[in-house]
């Protein structure tokens, strides 16, 4: 299965793409789609929408897996995450490519086992479950990794195949 991760936002969007096959994933390209600081919102969210349809058109992924939004204290930046990332969700829904979407604490809790852990410690973790020599840069990158990290995670899991059968003890 071929996982588009994508790390949203409006100056730097991250992206990485995986291929994960029975429990193993390995990195295929990774790297930032940006806009010049200069433009106004409307144009860079215009340019976002091109780039990210040329993007999806060239990996050819299979599957989108998309941060969801985590408000910290600068809500106005948020809000202008907010707009990429409905570029984002849109621009994967006219390519057709089915959309998926994580929690920063589900990307943790899938690829460090722990909701709570560092960024470091999530860094380090794709790292080696890729087989990198290095941990991706720029963090925007090595963030949209473990998001598709996440995805071949969680989608393989057997657990979401089993949500129909009892248990009969």
Do not use: W
């Not at 991250?14 to 291929?19: A, I, K, M, Q, Y």
């Not at 959309?99 to 990307?107: D, G, R």
């Not at 790292?127 to 393989?156: E, G, I, Y």
């Amino acid at each position: 299965m071929r996982i588009l991760g994508i790390d949203p936002g409006v100056a730097t969007i991250g992206f990485g793409l995986v291929e994960a096959d029975r429990g193993s994933a390995r990195m295929v390209t990774y790297g930032t789609v940006t806009t010049p600081a200069g433009l106004p919102l409307s144009q860079r969210l215009y340019q976002i929408s091109g780039d990210m349809e040329a993007l999806i058109g060239k990996l050819k992924p299979e599957v989108i897996a998309v941060e969801e939004l985590f408000f910290n204290n600068n809500i106005t930046t948020g809000i202008a995450v907010a707009h990429g990332r409905g570029v984002i969700l849109l621009s994967a829904e006219k390519c057709g490519v089915p959309l998926f979407e994580y929690t920063p604490s589900q990307v943790k809790m899938a690829v460090v086992g722990y909701g709570k852990a560092e960024k470091r410690q999530v860094m380090d973790m794709t790292r080696r479950l890729l087989n990198l020599k290095s941990v991706p840069r720029p963090d925007d990158a090595a963030d949209a990794l473990a998001l598709a990290l996440c995805h071949a995670r969680s989608f393989t899991s057997r657990l979401p195949q089993m949500s129909g059968v009892k248990e009969t003890i």
